[in-house]
């Protein structure tokens, strides 16, 4: 008998201990390839909260067909063999007519040495134009940002033909939060003819990145952000404010804040992750009396009614574009740490300690 083909995958064992486990890999099916890993990139907000134990899946149960949390019943426990999302492999064996060996793939799979892609994975060719490591974005994370901007467009262009930039176009925005997420979705909105464009968030190292960007920023730790978009944008009697936020930080009291910077009718799409609840959301106030929407763009899902004009493959297509126009700044202003695979544990457990600081880690596999 031939021994089944492993590969080395970046987990967690226990809190605040990441380790590499040996995962078995099935065999290539019709339809399918396996690649080996050059670049995975590290979501700091996601897999931190693997390391750290507080992911609401060690507590709670997601049920799939009700869609709610259930308590009391764990969904994950450790050790976590796997995580990530944002991987670039080489094609060393395929099955599929469309994909040559040799040839770079932007996929999801997890900081894993090889992977085994199936035929309904989501599989997207780098751009020979487009720096490899820039691959990373292809997937899930260029695609999450871009059905932010989608969500946009079915709340405040609605229709069946809907364009990426139909909710951005001649507005005025305000991101909130400077990580990865909120950098591409402001990018994004500038390259679909966002009427004006600013990041805000208390980091000065972050809105230091965010100005290498051509981003103009907001520093939230000296100026609340609600007076200065109130202040910035009149449009009218009793009709101030952004017209729209892309709510990228996962503290209720900054979603609170975006909501009070919108105009009336205004619009809140919610990207973040509220791993602690939402203790500082008011709803009585502003959300109420200016009739504001909030409105979360999830990346397990387009809008209703977008499918499946609208599907991953597209977002992935519309990310590969904004690579193809701010590819160069990216790969020199966002990516701010390339870190050997050997070294990721190290790495990552000092990120979670606040022992070091990152924009974009990637980890290499070469």
């Not at 979360?296 to 387009?302: E, T």
Request: net charge negative; glycine share 10%; aromatic share 6%.
């Amino acid at each position: 008998m031939t021994a089944a083909r492993t590969c080395r995958s970046l987990g967690v064992r226990a809190p605040f201990e990441p380790a590499f486990f040996e995962l078995e890999l099935p065999e290539v099916e019709d339809g399918g390839v396996r690649v080996v890993t050059r670049w995975s990139g590290l979501s700091a907000g996601t897999e931190l909260a693997y390391v750290k134990g507080t992911d609401p899946g060690f507590t709670s149960y997601r049920d799939p067909d009700l869609g709610v949390f259930v308590p009391g019943r764990a969904s994950r426990s450790f050790p976590v063999r796997a995580m990530g999302y944002m991987e670039v492999g080489e094609v060393v064996e395929t099955r599929r007519d469309d994909v040559a060996v040799g040839s770079l793939v932007g996929a999801a799979y997890g900081h894993r040495s090889e992977h085994v892609l199936g035929p309904a994975d989501v599989l997207v060719p780098v751009p020979e134009d487009v720096d490899p490591v820039l691959g990373i974005y292809l997937a899930q994370m260029g695609p999450i940002c871009a059905n932010g901007l989608l969500h946009a467009a079915a709340e405040l262009a609605p229709g069946e033909d809907v364009a990426l930039g139909d909710g951005v176009r001649d507005r005025r925005v305000v991101v909130t939060g400077a990580g990865v997420v909120a950098l591409l979705s402001a990018l994004l909105a500038q390259e679909h003819g966002a009427a004006e464009v600013v990041v805000a968030d208390p980091d000065p190292r972050r809105l230091e990145v965010a100005g290498r960007l051509g981003l103009e920023t907001v520093d939230t730790s000296a100026t609340e952000l609600w007076r200065w978009a109130k202040g910035r944008w009149r449009h009218g009697p009793g009709d101030r404010g952004a017209d729209l936020v892309l709510q990228c930080r996962g503290q209720s009291a900054v979603l609170h804040e975006a909501l009070r910077a919108l105009r009336p009718q205004g619009t809140v799409i919610d990207l973040a992750f509220y791993q602690g609840g939402a203790a500082d959301l008011r709803l009585g106030e502003e959300f109420h009396h200016n009739g504001l929407t909030i409105r979360c763009a999830q990346i397990a899902r387009v809008p209703r009614g977008l499918a499946p004009s609208w599907d991953r493959q597209r977002l992935a297509a519309e990310t590969a574009r904004l690579l193809r126009s701010r590819g160069e700044d990216l790969r020199r202003v966002l990516v701010t740490d390339v870190v050997p695979v050997d070294e990721a544990p190290a790495a990552i457990l000092a990120l979670a300690r606040r022992e070091r600081a990152t924009t974009q880690m990637v980890l290499a596999f070469d």
